[in-house]
């Protein structure tokens, strides 16, 4: 990739962009999901942005059972079977000829290529609610940072509009792409999953080492430039896996290290089984399909922790559904001891 | 089924802190049929053989009432009881017998009633009196409707073939509330006897005279009726044993003694009058509430309010007076109140307005504006009167606040949401249009007012027909696929006879022969022009009917014009006289012609001939191509600035259209406005197959909202895309105002549905507020929100007993969800879960 490659044919593989989204950052935001992502978390909510190429994948209710897909395929990756139409991920090269052919957008092409300013034309258009809200653009994945080159012109082009920018990362990404994107956004959001390097390791597929030494950087780049902003730091709270005291309470003291001040918010962000039709069109399995979403109770519980480790408290906060009562049958088989707060459980908003 | 009516409790807004006195009213109201006491229709005769009450022109616009018409006809005629007539009745003119025999129904023939702890007197005024015509004029009337070309059979005819419907209605007006409470009806009164002794002696022979002497008659109802109130009030007051409850019913008696005869100075007095004045509109034109609206009552009242509040009035004593004034609007339904759930198909609309801007952008809110969102939020759910808030740049975050959470607690919003900056564009594009500049300007325009749901209107000098031709665009794009005529035969379902398809539009030639887009373009332009003449002279019919027979001098003497040319409002004589072609099935018919260039032209999936041969199939065999339809042409509402392109292409040859007819009775210039009321759900039924994939029997798209589901993009490209549409931002404030522009200055009807998690937190609530905000500067003129989850829909679905007060808000209306049909309540389900197709 050379540095100076025209901007005008520069291109970024963008899985989704979702607009008035109120959960990536401040104000409304339109979110960009990029495809391509170096981690592999078993929990994973996006398994569609973890492969950098693009992907087709098949929406049952919406399929008329037509078969064109299967005629038009050039690779003979498509076949019917049981449950519908399968696609032979070993064949299949992303060409995206079925999706075109599809009369009723059964078969999605995941991954198109936008040039920066098709994509900021698209993106600037809920301006009026980015202004009146605080709001603004939100770059996510899949890792950005993957597309460093596309987004450090992404930035830019939205900067020189005057329009907030957000980069939502995972960490893992050399400081290099750290130094030239984020003096483009206004804001990181930075997401630390496990303290402990093997288990991190274990649910990721890599250690979180240079995750924390790039947090140390990011932190420093707050502290001392005028770009960016703010750093906010999410935790996925996913049961069996994040979900632990110990865990929180030493992302918590890691946090705490860092220099005072730099850290604005602290989300625990619960587990949710939204995506777990996106692991059946995908053609695979999901660890996590039968796992019930958070007690209210245990997030709270693990929003005291984090407060009491030395971070500010009043920068902690957990997000997210958590079970409604009696929406599942197997309560208490799945109900992590609650320490602090035994009272029943409240319902809270599926 | 304990746990279902468990969960309702849970989700349905409950009414809070009311009150015994308000409490039982509200639940007597509730009981519908069973009450002892009702505001039933009761039907009244000059006792001749020819004598007609019913007047159908006023329901053309209402289908479900067609197959009804000779029934209601009859019913009433046979139920009416005679009133004996003054000597020279025959003598006086039409609009002064008129005038008379209504004044006299009121005063000498409807008991006067007041239900226990009401403190508002004015019960009975669902009439359905006497046209008072010679038998010469009443066969002439019938002659004219029931003729072969009478009015009726051309509704008739225009309905069935999928075209709209139209008629003269009554109601859906502002009238000059602030002006009759500001001088009471003495000084109207006055006025009229001036204005009338001005009149040459041979003027006061001709119309304006009869006309001039019916307004006097009529303007002294009001003091007659509040008189018979005050000494119903005394009488009851000796009854009493309470005698709190006596106090009470004297002052009330005081109060009626004084207004609305007198100018109000309190509070009580000022709603007291107002509710007599309102009920006497109903009255006077022998129809229950649609649209009969009250214009921004927090701004009239306020003075008031002040005095009372300034003076030791408890402002929750104000309250429950309004509360009593809430139970009394709700009453209006029960004109139909044997058709079950007090009738409720919720289209009536006796609106009210609150908040909003100033001449120079300051929000006007008050106390009085805060004390009425309470007393919205306290009695509902309720149907009655409609709250309509103001929004604009500057209104305030402490508004906003209070809008947010009584939205979250009622699941959806329980008023509709006016936004003015936009409105005000529209008011000042039709101001230059039908130059009204002298009447809306930049010192006026910010006093507008929404009338029945959401049709902006001026106050008090203006009536615009704001329900009275509503046209399916739709009818167009069926007519150029076939060069003219309709796609299928129309069976009569009563006869059963099936009629011939005849060449009713022009011939635009054979589609398939068109070698370009542009072509068939063409043709659609000239098969909006057809259809809407056809609308323009359909309406003709009824208009001039009821400008000939049907004055209404009463609610003539509450509009400005009516007086001062000596002509009945029904004659076009209000200052601001417009009538609204509201356009019906617009998303669709946008839809529509993307798909048609998409499909045919621009990729050629299909030729002309298999696009047309789907539809006459209705889709059947071709399913591919319908899955193409509907999933693969672009649409509007995506906030696609190519699919948007073409629906401002669309909305500025309709609305272009519109402006150029005016009606020949009564010189009333068309405006264009969106509204589809029921009509999008019903047409289905009857209008063909369209190119976007609709089935017939499948809805049409609703009012300026994208068709159902297409909105996948969300709530701000949704709302991007409907201000688009109306024309959006114009650079350097050149716009129809300031820097708005807006081709519909009725205003367009548009809901979106929201995931109820975007309120969970306070930190979404302003994000939401945000979005409201951004819908100023974005969207169109008025947003309905809703609130839902579907899960609880489909528990209403199952247990319907359960959610009788589960209100749901379609159009800018409300409903019973458990009352509607299933096929609107699975749209409203399907809406919520924003699915696709």
């Known amino acids: 990739m050379s540095v100076t490659k025209d901007i005008t044919t520069l291109k970024g593989t963008v899985l989704e962009i979702q607009r008035m989204s109120t959960e990536d950052g401040p104000g409304i935001r339109t979110t960009v999901f990029m495809k391509g992502c170096p981690l592999s978390c078993t929990w994973c909510h996006n398994p569609e942005s973890i492969s950098p190429r693009p992907q087709v994948h098949w929406i049952g209710s919406r399929c008329i059972m037509c078969k064109m897909c299967i005629d038009v395929c050039p690779e003979n990756a498509l076949y019917l079977d049981a449950g519908g139409i399968e696609v032979n991920r070993e064949l299949c090269t992303g060409c995206g000829r079925c999706a075109d052919e599809c009369p009723s957008t059964a078969l999605e092409l995941l991954g198109r290529k936008w040039t920066v300013h098709e994509l900021v034309a698209e993106l600037v258009k809920d301006r009026a609610f980015f202004e009146k809200s605080g709001g603004g653009i939100t770059v996510s994945g899949g890792e950005p940072t993957l597309q460093k080159e596309f987004v450090t012109e992404l930035l830019k082009t939205l900067r020189g509009q005057g329009i907030h920018t957000a980069i939502d990362t995972c960490g893992v990404c050399g400081k290099d792409a750290l130094d030239r994107i984020l003096p483009h956004a206004n804001l990181v959001l930075f997401d630390v999953k496990l303290i402990d390097a093997e288990l991190h390791r274990g649910f990721t597929g890599s250690s979180n080492e240079r995750i924390l030494e790039n947090l140390w950087h990011v932190a420093r780049l707050v502290k001392e430039h005028l770009y960016p902003r703010e750093l906010w730091v999410r935790t996925p709270v996913i049961p069996g896996a994040t979900d632990t005291d110990e865990n929180i309470r030493g992302i918590g003291e890691f946090l705490a290290g860092l220099p005072a001040g730099v850290i604005t918010r602290w989300e625990l962000c619960a587990f949710n089984n939204l995506c777990v039709d996106k692991y059946t069109r995908l053609g695979r399995q999901w660890d996590f399909a039968d796992a019930a979403l958070m007690y209210e109770e245990r997030m709270e519980y693990l929003a005291e922790i984090a407060r009491s480790t030395g971070v500010d408290p009043a920068i902690v906060l957990w997000t997210g559904s958590t079970r409604y009562e009696g929406n599942n049958d197997d309560t208490g088989e799945k109900k992590k001891s609650i320490k602090n707060n035994p009272t029943s459980c409240q319902g809270g908003i599926t | 089924m304990e746990s279902s009516a468990k969960k309702a409790q849970e989700f349905i807004k409950q009414p809070k802190g009311l009150s015994d006195r308000v409490q039982w009213l509200r639940e007597y109201y509730f009981d519908g049929n069973e009450r002892a006491w009702n505001n039933e229709n009761t039907s009244w005769t000059t006792g001749t053989p020819w004598d007609e009450q019913y007047d159908e022109l006023t329901f053309y616009i209402v289908p479900e009432t067609y197959a009804l018409l000779k029934t209601l006809h009859s019913s009433y005629r046979m139920a009416a009881r005679p009133v004996a007539l003054r000597e020279d009745f025959w003598k006086l003119s039409i609009p002064e017998r008129r005038a008379w025999f ?41 002659r004219m409707i029931t003729g072969k070309k009478g009015s009726r059979a051309r509704m008739k005819w225009f309905h069935d073939h999928g075209y709209g419907n139209a008629g003269a209605t009554s109601g859906h007006l502002v009238p000059g509330h602030e002006r009759a409470l500001s001088l009471g009806w003495k000084g109207i009164h006055e006025e009229l006897e001036e204005m009338y002794d001005d009149l040459t002696s041979s003027e006061k022979k001709g119309p304006k005279g009869a006309q001039l002497r019916a307004m006097m008659t009529a303007a002294t109802m009001p003091g007659q009726v509040a008189k018979k109130y005050a000494e119903a009030c005394r009488d009851q007051a000796v009854k009493v044993t309470d005698s709190m409850r006596r106090e009470e019913l004297l002052q009330m008696a005081k109060n009626l ?109 008050n106390d009085l504006t805060y004390a009425i969102l309470e007393v919205i939020d306290e009695m509902s759910p309720i149907l009655e009167p409609k709250p309509n808030v103001r929004l604009h740049q500057n209104t305030p975050d402490e508004l906003l606040d209070r809008v947010v959470a009584m939205i979250e607690s009622s699941q959806g919003a329980p008023f509709l949401l006016n936004f003015d900056e936009r409105s005000m564009a529209g008011m000042m594009k039709e101001a230059r249009m039908a130059r009204f500049e002298h009447l809306i300007n930049d010192d006026t325009v910010w006093d507008y007012a929404p009338v029945g749901c959401l049709e902006n209107t001026m106050v008090g000098n203006d009536r615009s027909g704001t329900v009275d031709n509503n046209l399916n665009l739709l009818k167009a794009v069926e007519l150029v696929l076939t060069g003219g005529r309709d796609m299928h035969p129309f069976t009569d379902p009563i006869t059963g006879k099936t009629e011939k398809p005849t060449q009713d539009g022009p011939r635009t030639g054979d589609p398939r022969t068109f070698a370009t887009w542009d072509e068939f373009w063409d043709a659609y332009v000239t098969q909006t022009r057809y259809i809407i003449k056809k609308i323009v002279d359909l309406y003709e019919s009824s208009e001039r009917i009821r400008a000939c027979f049907n004055p209404t001098p009463y609610l003539s003497c509450m509009v400005k014009g009516c007086a001062e040319s000596g002509r009945d409002i029904t004659q076009g004589a209000a200052e601001i006289s417009f009538t609204t072609l509201e356009a019906v099935t617009y998303a669709t018919t946008v839809d529509s012609l993307l798909a048609v260039k998409y499909l045919v032209f621009d990729q050629e999936e299909c030729t002309m001939d298999e696009l047309i041969q789907a539809l006459r199939d209705n889709w059947e065999g071709h399913q591919v191509l319908q899955a193409r339809a509907k999933n693969r042409a672009p649409k509007y509402g995506r906030d696609d600035d190519g699919a948007d392109e073409m629906a401002r292409k669309v909305m500025e040859l309709w609305t272009g259209e519109t402006w150029k007819h005016r009606t020949l009775s009564t010189g009333r210039q068309f405006r264009p406005g969106m509204l589809s009321w029921n009509y999008w759900a019903g047409d289905g039924f009857i209008m063909a197959a369209s190119p976007d994939g609709r089935e017939k029997g499948q809805f049409l798209s609703n009012a300026i909202c994208p068709s159902n589901g297409a909105d996948i993009n969300g709530p701000t490209a949704n709302t991007n895309s409907v201000g688009k549409v109306l024309g959006g931002r114009a650079r350097d404030n050149q716009g129809d105002w300031d820097g708005y522009n807006n081709m519909l200055p009725n205003g367009a009807s548009h809901t979106i549905t929201f995931n109820p998690s975007i309120l969970k937190d306070p930190e979404h609530r302003e994000k939401f507020k945000a979005f409201l905000r951004g819908y100023v500067e974005n969207g169109g003129t008025a947003l309905q929100i809703n609130m839902l989850d579907p899960d609880m829909l489909r528990d209403a679905q199952k247990h319907p007993q359960d959610y009788r007060h589960l209100l749901v808000r379609v159009t800018g209306y409300n409903a019973y969800f458990t009352s509607i049909g299933k096929e609107l309540q699975d749209e409203v389900i399907a809406r919520v879960s924003h699915s696709r197709f």
Not at chain 2, 295 to 321: A, N, V
Request: hydrophobic share 35%.
């Open chain 2, 257 to 365: 003694e004084r207004v609305p005869w007198e100018p109000p100075k309190t509070f009580w007095e000022a709603l007291q009058a107002l509710w007599l004045n309102h009920m006497l509109i109903m009255a006077d034109e022998n129809y229950p509430g649609p649209g009969v609206s009250f214009g921004r009552i927090d701004q009239y009242l306020y003075p008031y309010w002040k005095y009372s509040i300034d003076t030791g009035m408890d402002r929750e004593f104000g309250k429950e007076i309004m509360k009593c004034f809430w139970v009394h609007a709700n009453t209006a339904y029960d004109s139909m109140i044997r058709t079950g759930n007090q009738g409720i198909t919720a289209g009536f609309g006796q609106l009210l307005t609150i908040s909003g801007r100033g001449k120079d952008g300051e929000d006007l809110s």
């Open chain 2, 102 to 142: 209504n004044r006299e129904v009121m005063v000498h023939y409807l008991p006067h009633e007041i239900l226990p702890g009401d403190l508002i007197a004015g019960g009975r005024f669902n009439i359905q009196t006497s046209m008072c015509l010679t038998k010469k004029e009443q066969e002439k009337r019938n």
